[in-house]
């Protein structure tokens, strides 16, 4: 089987069912594993993939998304070629355990698809059952819950100016639940959005973590945030409690969201 993967989310989950010879080619962002990646053909950053040298590949399947704005155009171009696809759409963890199934139902090996869902399962106390919108709304409520009145106020930045952060449709706010955090856009059902300076004055988070987007870790800057006159008195900026966390973690719906909740956990105390 040809495959293309379009995202590091989708790269990242063929790799952890064992399927990663099945790659063909990738887009620019992929970078995990390293050493299961060179070589291969890089079509492009997300929002201008190389859909002839996607085509020239003669992929069996590209595994593109529809959580990246804009990425919507791709998955056009791949319609309009005839190219097989899969765009996953996931707003919460109940989805990436969907889409994980629904990958390696499509790469032949369902069976595989169990031990990483039953992994994200523990890590996140999310049940892996079907759950309409109500009764899942009821599962994170139970989970939210039971956080202990301590429990720190989170505000994750996928970006820094426009400050940007996850809200309640967002598969990290189940990681920040999971990880002992209260999600600080946790009420608004809204995927993410963009925050103005007084809305974090007022939003007061106890921790905020620098998760930004397509950028390399060693270049996030804590001191972008500790140093702005609007937020000195944010108590995550007053207490120093500015933290990095891979978006690798955080950002991409799949396998490694493990790693992000004992990320996020170890920040608790």
Known sequence: MRVVSLTCSNTEILFALGCAEFLVGVDDQSDWPEEVLQGLPRVGPDLDI??????SLRPDLVLATLTVPGHETVVEGLEARGLPFLAPAPTSIVDVYRDIR???????????????????ERATGIPDRDLSSESLAAVRAQREAALPPS??????????????????????HDVAVAAGFRNVLGLEDVISRP????????????????????????????????SRPEWAKVPAVRDRRVHCVPE????????????????LRALIG
Do not use: N
């Open 102 to 120: 629904d990958v390696a139902d499509l790469l032949g090996v369902p069976e595989r698809a169990e031990s990483l869902v039953r992994g994200l």
């Open 151 to 172: 429990a720190p106020r989170l505000l994750i930045q996928w970006w820094p100016k426009p400050v940007i952060a996850p809200g309640r449709r967002s598969w990290t």
């Open 195 to 226: 925050l103005t300076d007084q809305e974090v004055v007022e939003l007061a988070p106890e921790v905020i973590v620098l998760s930004w987007c397509g950028v390399d870790p060693a270049k996030y800057r804590p001191e972008v945030v500790l």
């Open 50 to 55: 190389d859909l002839d040298l996607v085509e």
């Open 248 to 263: 690798a973690f955080l950002g991409r719906p799949g396998p490694r969201l493990v790693e992000g909740v004992e990320a």
